[in-house]
């Protein structure tokens, strides 16, 4: 017996090399690499839809595509975006750097965690499949909304599966990150000494196991409903379509929450660092994120006014939308009050995060206007709202994603990445990111419809513009994926702390961070740097 104990030890400790590491690692830190480096093939995957979407808008009458592979195009787009790229980002942040953060030596359940990532490259192959399916992709929209989804082809019942191992995947992220923040914390670090990404991770993960079974429900009676002949949502059988919208809608607007409560964490990380102050009002940080988790469940019917709802459920969700304003409001208010008299320097991480509190805030602003029902009704289902949520789901969350990025991969590879590139990466994106989406205001207002492939000439000067401003950003992302293989194969060397104002175990540790980070939980007290985190 003892023999054979030896024995085990000594094969675990020796690492597999190859593609059998990777395949079968259970550390947070790969895994976590693993999480990033799909996250980028489907962002660059889901930019390629945008290109032929932009590609095709470029001027009025139809030119390169075929409206149903527009219509395909728009769909997959959407997915891809949401499920492929935003999604598996901030879970592979919260794998690398969670554990970092508290103290702990892994996640809680590391075989799970390998499981839940090698479950997505299996979902997505399944989903872009139906690509070359005779009956070609999903084209109703990411919303999936019958009945023009139930009128695909035998495509349909590949998407739905794909999305049930995406919502299986989410699931397990969100119980292994919980499991880890509730149980795995250093000595000492108690819930309110948390960094606040570690926070809104936490919060993040309830919502997903809320939410991703309500998603679930909702395709799997699509499913039925298409293949055996039941009818939730076919009207000719008694069943409701606008059931499907409110039970979708139920997932769906938590589930913008889960792609910015995280962007949220990162930017309370990054912005501490680089005003070298602590962070303003941590406690009210807290609650507010709290509070923006529990509203999100209460303002889903904001996408359906136009429906026809009751006039007493309409002004509900109108309140409760806008209430939702005021905990978004004091993020954004400390974020500023943070960066008061600061010691600032514009390193391109704090960059990113200046300009996701500008353009975040656009992006909410325009979400007040859609909450309002009247205006919702002239607004609804044009490119207003398609500029709404790309100022919140681009200028915030995948411009949170690359502020990450970029403050955190000196810690990860132990080297500094170009700076000068960096910078260069960050304007070339930030005007061009405007160029494309701010136009699109201006088409929704004059009216111009969504997920259309032609549109009438008045509206063909400002979707030129949007076009150009797309192709730019675009261009732009293959310069990000250069900077970031640059940083991987060398570079400056990194310190231990990366930033002179960064404070929290992370910076405690080496650079490259090592495989396994404490072996012993390190003590947190208020001696610690990390103090600054307190509430004041």
């Known amino acids: 017996m003892t023999t054979q104990t030896a024995h085990a030890d000594d094969h675990h400790h020796e690492a597999p090399k190859g593609l059998a590491r990777w395949l079968f690692t259970t550390n947070h830190k790969e895994i976590g690499s693993l999480y990033l480096i799909f996250s980028l093939a489907m962002f660059l995957v889901g930019g390629?839809?945008?290109?032929?979407?932009?590609?095709?808008?470029?001027?009025?009458g139809l030119q390169l595509v075929n409206p149903e592979f527009f219509n395909q195009m728009t769909t997959m787009h959407a997915l891809v975006m949401i499920f492929g790229a935003v999604m598996p980002a901030f879970v592979g942040l919260a794998n690398w750097m969670v554990p970092m953060m508290i103290?702990?030596?892994?996640?809680?359940?590391?075989?799970?965690?390998n499981w839940s990532f090698w479950i997505l490259p299996f979902a997505f192959l399944m989903l872009l499949s139906t690509l070359f399916m005779p009956s070609g992709a999903p084209a109703s929209g990411w919303t999936l909304y019958p009945p023009l989804s139930l009128q695909g082809g035998n495509s349909f019942a590949f998407v739905i599966f794909a999305i049930h191992l995406m919502g299986i995947s989410s699931i397990m992220g969100a119980i292994n990150i919980i499991a880890t923040i509730l149980n795995m914390r250093a000595p000492g670090m108690t819930l309110l000494r948390m960094p606040l990404f570690v926070w809104t991770w936490l919060i993040t993960a309830f919502l997903l196991i809320a939410v991703m079974p309500v998603l679930a429900g909702a395709v799997t009676m699509l499913l039925t409903d298409r293949f055996f002949d039941t009818s939730f949502f076919n009207a000719a059988g008694g069943g409701d379509p606008v059931m499907y919208q409110h039970i979708f809608w139920f997932f769906g607007h938590p589930e913008v929450y889960i792609m910015i409560l995280p962007a949220f964490g990162i930017i309370?990380?990054?912005?501490?660092?680089?005003?070298?102050k602590p962070l303003f009002g941590y406690t009210a940080m807290v609650y507010a994120t709290a509070s923006i988790a529990f509203l999100s469940f209460i303002v889903w019917a904001h996408h359906m006014f136009t429906v026809g709802m009751p006039l007493g459920a309409s002004l509900f969700f109108m309140y409760a939308t806008m209430i939702i304003a005021v905990p978004t409001g004091i993020k954004v208010f400390n974020?500023?009050?943070?960066m008061w008299r600061g010691s600032m320097t514009f390193e391109t991480p704090m960059l990113f995060a200046i300009a996701f509190v500008i353009l975040f805030t656009i992006g909410g602003l325009s979400g007040v206007m859609l909450a309002i029902v009247p205006a919702d009704f002239q607004y609804h289902d044009t490119y207003f709202v398609v500029a709404h949520f790309h100022y919140v789901l681009v200028t915030g969350a995948v411009f949170a994603i690359m502020a990450a990025a970029y403050?955190?991969?000196?810690?990860?590879?132990?080297?500094?990445?170009?700076e000068r590139l960096g910078k260069i990466h960050f304007w070339w994106s930030t005007i061009s990111v405007?160029?494309?989406?701010?136009p699109q205001h201006y088409l929704g207002l004059a009216g111009m419809p969504r997920r259309i492939p032609d549109y009438a000439v008045q509206f063909a000067e400002f979707n030129m513009i949007s076009s150009i401003g797309g192709f730019a950003f675009g261009l732009a992302q293959l310069l990000f994926v250069y900077i970031v293989i640059k940083c991987v194969r060398g570079?400056?060397?990194?310190?231990?702390?990366?930033?002179?104002?960064a404070r929290g175990l992370e910076w405690t540790v080496p650079s490259p961070a090592p495989l396994h980070t404490f072996d012993t939980p390190p003590l947190v007290d208020d001696s610690l740097e990390h103090k600054d985190r307190l509430p004041s």
């Open 434 to 438: 405007n160029v494309l989406f701010f």
């Open 491 to 501: 570079g400056e060397k990194a310190t231990a702390q990366v930033w002179e104002g």
């Open 407 to 418: 403050y955190w991969l000196p810690k990860w590879t132990g080297h500094m990445y170009d």
């Open 335 to 338: 974020w500023v009050s943070t």
């Open 103 to 113: 103290g702990a030596p892994d996640m809680a359940l590391p075989r799970m965690n």
């Open 268 to 276: 309370s990380e990054i912005i501490p660092t680089f005003s070298r």
């Open 48 to 60: 390629a839809m945008a290109m032929i979407i932009r590609a095709e808008l470029f001027s009025p």
